[in-house]
């Protein structure tokens, strides 16, 4: 797919890999739709506009089917039809499994996996008599291979494993594509809180000997969204962390 003139809707997309993705596909000459769950700032805003293409804010709640398709109603209302999709929200309440309350498991599921069904679901009508467009969804390497602490947030990439192959077989003949992408460690605000004993031990597991940069999980995205004949894939971009044979 020409990225150029597209319509992109990245949820989550205010900080972090999202706002990376947003500035991505931005310089590419896509019209990109800013969400979160507060009210996205005019700067941010005009920051995207400076690469010369369109750019609105919609904020809301993903976890809610209703807000979800009203987002999508308001961006298809501004800009025209959605034919990128990136379900990159997302949170993390890390705590031991024996810890783990029945409200922190639901709710991380909820924003992460649920919010990701509810965004699909109302796109893919369009896109379906459209005959085209791109489903992007951001899973983790802890949906992969588990990591202590994170049983709610690990089953919720996971989840998203699932979901994008069987949403990949589901719409494949309709010429739209669904695939993941698996971060590793990132630089982002939800591992600067790390403490520095633990980033240098992570550091040593992962086989580049660095964290990773937002701006090198939008270039996955950028690669995806321009190939037609990828889907159903999961890309790791985790400088090795977890490889498979």
Not at 2 to 22: C, H, K
Not at 172 to 192: K, L, S, V, Y
Not at 206 to 215: C, D, N, S, T, W
């Amino acid at each position: 797919m020409e990225i150029n003139g597209q319509n992109v809707f990245i949820t989550g997309s205010t900080r972090g890999i999202g706002l990376a993705m947003a500035k991505a596909f931005a310089k590419k000459g896509a019209n990109i739709v800013l969400n979160g769950r507060k009210p996205v700032s005019d700067t941010l805003i005009d920051e995207i506009k400076s690469y010369g293409v369109q750019c609105i804010g919609i904020s809301g709640d993903i976890a809610d089917f209703n807000q979800a398709g009203e987002m999508l109603k308001q961006a298809q209302t501004q800009l025209g039809a959605i034919s990128i999709l990136i379900n990159n929200a997302g949170i993390t309440n890390d705590k031991l499994l024996l810890r783990m309350s029945a409200q922190d498991f639901e709710e991380v599921l909820k924003i992460n996996l649920t919010g990701a069904f509810n965004m699909t679901q109302q796109v893919l009508k369009p896109m379906l008599k459209a005959r085209a467009g791109k489903i992007i969804n951001i899973s983790s390497v802890s949906g992969l291979m588990g990591n202590a602490g994170q049983a709610n947030y690990a089953a919720s990439k996971a989840g998203l494993v699932g979901f994008t192959k069987s949403v990949a077989r589901e719409v494949a003949q309709r010429g739209i594509t669904c695939n993941a992408i698996a971060p590793g460690f990132i630089q982002t605000d939800m591992t600067e809180v790390l403490a520095d004993k633990l980033k240098e031990e992570v550091t040593k597991s992962i086989p580049l000997q660095r964290f990773g940069k937002a701006e090198e999980v939008a270039q996955a995205a950028i690669f995806l969204a321009e190939n037609d004949y990828i889907t159903g894939q999961v890309i790791n971009v985790d400088g090795g962390l977890v490889m498979h044979g």
